[in-house]
């Protein structure tokens, strides 16, 4: 018996990036994790941004939320703080924002490969805790992509032909809006419950648990006031 989650996410996403995290947590002390088919799927939180619109973080979060730079700047710190308790690296300061389509893309073809989940990572922490952008840079997309084990040839034939895997993308993003998926993260757990945004690692546990042994239509685990993102910007952690 195999328990299947799939987890709709976008690089961008500061919250995607702290839910992996919590998530793997509760998955590493879940029993039957051996059993468990995680499988990543694509969602974008600015799915119309063309390749080469690219701006700041802070200019982005401004626009979004209607902030002055000093509040999105305390925004980020405590994002990075958030992470830093999960073990993760965070630059508060300096990072890019632009689409994601083409490392959607790229995540399909590495899912082909069985090397999806090592190149989600490598994205990850690239865009939050490296210094050099991973928007609108091929290259530095199939240094990543080599890393995860990846052909990089065979990456970049996918990378210049714009409607390799871009099928796959839409797809993914249509099941979540079917699914009901307001921002991301989201997780579903073999169709049958659904858990959204960067929740504890003990609600991923609970959600495992009642997974594994019960099936249902999706209900949804817990979805009031989720740390998540969505297409009007990410839910920013005020300081306590």
């Not at 890393?147 to 210049?160: E, F, H, S």
């Not at 390799?164 to 797809?171: D, F, K």
């Not at 594994?212 to 300081?239: E, H, Y």
Request: proline residues 5%; contains cysteine; charged residues 25%.
């Amino acid at each position: 018996m195999t328990l299947r989650v799939e987890i709709w996410s976008d690089i961008a996403c500061p919250w995607c990036y702290v839910g992996k995290a919590r998530f793997e947590k509760a998955l590493a002390a879940f029993p039957h994790r051996d059993q468990v088919e995680v499988v990543h799927r694509s969602f974008e939180l600015d799915p119309g941004r063309a390749k080469d619109d690219i701006q700041p973080v802070l200019t982005m979060l401004t626009k979004k939320y209607g902030m002055t730079e000093a509040q999105a700047q305390a925004g980020e710190d405590n994002l990075g703080a958030q992470a830093a308790a999960e073990g993760l690296a965070y630059r508060t300061h300096g990072r890019d924002h632009g689409s994601t389509f083409d490392m959607h893309r790229l995540l399909h073809f590495a899912k082909d490969q069985g090397k999806q989940d090592q190149l989600l990572d490598l994205l990850y922490k690239a865009n939050f805790a490296e210094e050099r952008s991973v928007f609108n840079d091929d290259e530095r997309l199939l240094d990543l992509a080599e890393a995860a084990g990846l052909d990089k040839d065979a990456a970049r034939t996918v990378l210049t032909d714009p409607d390799a895997y871009a099928n796959a993308v839409r797809e993914d993003e249509r099941e979540a809006a079917q699914l009901g998926a307001r921002g991301v993260p989201f997780f579903v757990l073999d169709r049958a419950y659904g858990v959204s945004g960067a929740q504890p690692a003990e609600v991923f546990t609970q959600a495992l648990t009642q997974a594994w042994g019960a099936r249902s239509p999706l209900t949804l685990l817990d979805d009031g006031g989720a740390d998540a993102c969505g297409p009007d910007g990410c839910a920013v952690p005020q300081p306590s």
